[in-house]
């Protein structure tokens, strides 16, 4: 099957020696947790993902187009 | 034992009392509040003498306890006509502490037209005739009492707009680099400059300090309350690194930026005013990316900002702020809005109720969407004058809304809506509907597990769970404003068993008590309640528990969602 395309956004330290947005190609329903072991992180640094603007557990899977972003655990208030 | 300091207004005297067997086992806010709530007669105008003007600090101010120095004000709010209690940093807590001061209560007002300053040190308060620095800005004034009183002196104080009555007028507090913090909500300035009090100075010298009633335990405690709160991801890096305004990029990405006065949950230009983007310009300018706001802050989620050519613009330059200003008002220069909060702070005006104004103006038409110079020129040469127009977005959202006929006014009890749409994060709605406050995070925020994932998950587009889930959060941030801590210490207690048992600790060390968990709960639920009463004799009803229709007409981009609580949903709130 075709690749699909997904756009990666990076936050907060993520970004340092990464980058910001990129689009990425992935097997189709590739899960979470892969695209993010695939881009070096350890599992314990997530704090937040969002599919879409929606949170998403670490077993979505993902579809072509769509917006994965990842955040480290911040806060403010 | 500590005491009370009493002060008059309208003959001029002071009393020190002592403090009452029941309020002795209060501080911070339960204090404010239950003095309000017992000598303020709910339906008094808020700026006329019966309304009584209350400084406690908490009840772990003043102690090496990490986070501790707050200081809350309490009056009856002359902006929602409720309760208020509104909490501080800056070094006025600690100095009150160590005073020995549970509680200073300003009362009565002046008959003429004279202006007054306290002057609080260890023999207690007196008053006295100030003329030299009526209408000065506060960064102004602050300089001129430390060159009369040293260096170390305590301030607080208002600026004109406190001096002119306008009901988003704050009250100034000095902080430790000599810059400023605010009792920002509810107009409380005005209170005090109904009480024609430009500035309470405060000397702290010759005290003995705070004997604890278990030095040991108070130590051992604190050691494992301070370990949480560097443990904690988000006290322990988050906060310290990209400040608040990190929030920016997170709401965007979940549709709760409320941006161009609440139209949209998404701005373009996010990555402007973002975080990340603040903390490289922060770096790059020479300013301090991180920077507390009291002695004893561990966490130091402040920052100092600089202009292009490395000179100080603004310090506290927190996420509500710039999202007010930025995507609120779609201004996309950081640099204009430090400007604005730099101005703000010195006329004392709270950041968050006159960014909304703005944002309520420039769609009625007064000013062009986005022109950051044109809200610095506002703010310097109509409120900063007192023009009409001035005192109209000086008197904050709800009153640029009548005066110019807007519908869509983000308010709740005429307070405005700070940087989280209620329609995409629906638990800080029910914070919003609910607090005695009127619309204030702070109050309960939901944000921490609809967004950040802190304390569990509650989906932030789905009703399940949001009116439990603000209760809790509610009667927890009541408590802990009666601490002296800073909310802040609510993610590592929210996700670090050890934290909250140790805060505990250290009150009973403090104190020589024996409090449970389950009494602090009950602290927190009685400050609700007893807050709630103050509100409903006011005259305040459960129609007050509301948001505004256009949240439940209007759909927010991108997840086109409604405000969609029935008022018995909401009302449930109150079960408890
Ligand atoms: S974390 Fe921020 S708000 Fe809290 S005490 Fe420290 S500087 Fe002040």
């Known amino acids: 099957m075709a690749p699909i395309t997904v756009t990666i956004k990076l936050f907060a330290h993520f970004r340092t020696g990464r980058f910001k947005e990129a689009d990425h190609q992935f097997p189709p329903g590739v899960a979470c947790r892969d695209v993010i072991l695939g881009l070096g992180f350890r599992l314990g640094e997530m704090g937040i993902v969002m599919v879409n603007g929606h949170h998403a557990t670490l077993d979505h899977s993902l579809n072509e187009r769509d917006t994965l972003a990842l955040f480290p655990l911040v806060g403010g208030g | ?576």
């Open chain 2, 1 to 576: 034992m500590d005491k009370i300091l009493r002060v008059n207004m309208t003959d001029l005297t002071t009393k020190v009392e002592e403090t009452p067997a029941e309020w002795a086992g209060l501080g911070g806010r339960a204090l404010t509040s239950t003095i309000v709530a017992k000598e303020v007669p709910p339906a008094c105008h808020a700026l006329g003498p019966n309304n009584k003007l209350v400084f406690a600090p908490g009840l772990l101010s003043g102690t090496a306890a990490s986070n501790s120095g707050r200081l809350s004000a309490g009056a009856k709010s002359p902006l929602t006509g409720g309760i208020k209690e509104s909490n501080v940093g800056g070094t006025a807590a600690q100095m009150f502490a160590r005073l020995g001061i549970k509680a200073l209560i300003v009362e009565g007002m002046p008959q003429g037209e004279g202006w007054y300053a306290l002057k609080v040190g260890k023999d207690g308060v007196t008053i006295e005739e100030e003329r030299g620095l009526l209408g000065l800005g506060n960064f102004a004034v602050i300089e001129a009492l430390q060159s009369l009183l040293g260096k170390k002196t305590g301030v607080i104080a208002i600026g004109p707009a406190g001096e002119m009555r306008l009901t988003a007028a704050n009250i100034s507090v000095k902080d430790p680099s000599g810059k400023i913090r605010s009792h920002g909500r509810g107009g409380l300035g005005a209170v005090m400059g109904s009480k024609r009090i430009k500035f309470i100075a405060i000397d702290d010298e010759g005290t003995p300090g705070i004997q604890l009633a278990d030095p040991e335990g108070f130590k051992a405690a604190s050691r494992i309350f301070t370990k949480a709160l560097m443990d904690h991801p988000v006290s322990g890096q988050g906060l310290p690194t990209y400040g608040t305004n990190v929030l920016v990029n997170i709401l965007h990405e979940a549709g709760g930026l409320p941006t161009r006065n609440f139209t949209h949950g998404q701005f373009d230009g996010h990555e402007q005013i973002c975080g990340e983007t603040m903390h490289d310009t922060i770096v790059a300018r020479g300013g301090k990316p991180r920077h507390g706001c009291h002695a004893g802050c561990v966490i130091q989620c402040s920052q100092v900002y600089h202009d292009q050519e490395g000179q100080y613009l603004t310090s506290g330059f927190e996420y509500e702020t710039i999202w007010g200003l930025g995507a609120n008002c779609l201004i996309t220069e950081l640099d204009d809005i430090a400007r604005a909060d730099n101005l703000m702070d010195d006329l004392g005006l709270d950041s968050i109720e006159t960014a909304v104004a703005f944002g309520v103006a420039m769609e009625a038409g007064l000013l062009p969407w986005g022109d950051g110079k044109e809200v610095v020129r506002i703010l310097r040469e109509e409120i900063g004058k007192g023009t009409a127009l001035g005192r109209v977005i000086g008197s904050g959202a709800g009153a640029v809304g009548r005066t110019y006929g807007v519908t869509r006014v983000p308010v709740v009890k005429n307070q405005a809506i700070p940087a989280y749409d209620p329609r995409s994060v629906k638990g800080i709605g029910i914070t919003y509907c609910t607090s005695p406050m009127g619309a204030d995070h702070t109050a309960g925020y939901t944000i921490a597990t609809n967004i950040l994932n802190v304390g569990g998950q509650v989906d932030p587009l789905k009703k399940e769970g949001q009116v439990e889930l603000s209760r809790n959060l509610q009667i927890a941030t009541a408590a802990i404003d009666s601490t002296g801590m800073c909310i802040f210490i609510a993610f590592p207690a929210l996700d670090i068993p050890e934290c909250l048992p140790a805060l505990i600790g250290m009150i009973n060390a403090r104190f020589g008590a024996n409090l449970t968990g389950d009494d602090v709960t009950g602290l927190g639920k009685s400050v609700l309640k007893l807050e709630r009463a103050f509100n409903l004799a006011a005259g305040l009803t459960s129609a007050d528990d509301r948001l505004p229709e256009f949240f439940h007409s209007d759909p927010i981009t991108p997840h086109q969602a409604v405000w969609d609580f029935t008022n018995e949903e909401i009302d449930a709130f109150w079960d408890f």
